[in-house]
């Protein structure tokens, strides 16, 4: 079992930037497929991006692309998400969370396949 932990939310205006951190709690003894989701009030908890086990894949939502990028710590099961172009709309809490689902060069991005998560670092984009 792994505990997560975020840092790094936070205001901004429209057009700016905010880099997300996860990091485990304790000592992990395996690695941990891993992404970065996110839910704003009223709306289901979605997946925004992704990273596979080794680390060689990722996998963005549509609407961040070009904008959003993450990347693994050099640290196990530690993760970035570099927000930039940051729009009203990217108002949310992140969340990070970890898969005990292994494939090699394969992000998972569904809610269903992960089993730890953090406890959330707020976001806050005004226009």
């Known amino acids: 079992q792994v505990q997560l932990v975020e840092s790094g939310g936070g205001s901004v205006q429209a057009g700016g930037s905010l880099r997300l951190s996860c990091a485990p709690s304790g000592s992990t003894y395996r690695r941990y497929s891993m992404g970065w989701f996110r839910q704003a009030p009223g709306k289901e908890r979605e997946g925004v991006a992704a990273?596979?086990?080794?680390?060689?894949?990722?996998y963005y939502a549509d609407s961040v692309k070009g904008r959003f990028t993450i990347s693994p710590g050099n640290a196990k099961n530690t993760l970035y998400l570099q927000m930039n172009s940051l729009k009203p709309e990217d108002t949310a809490m992140y969340y990070c969370?970890?898969?005990?689902?292994?494939?090699?060069?394969?992000?998972?991005?569904?809610?269903?396949?992960?089993?730890?998560w953090g406890q959330g670092t707020q976001v806050t984009v005004s226009s």
């Open positions: 990273v596979s086990i080794d680390g060689g894949t990722t």
């Open positions: 969370a970890a898969s005990l689902r292994s494939t090699p060069s394969r992000p998972y991005a569904v809610v269903s396949d992960f089993q730890y």
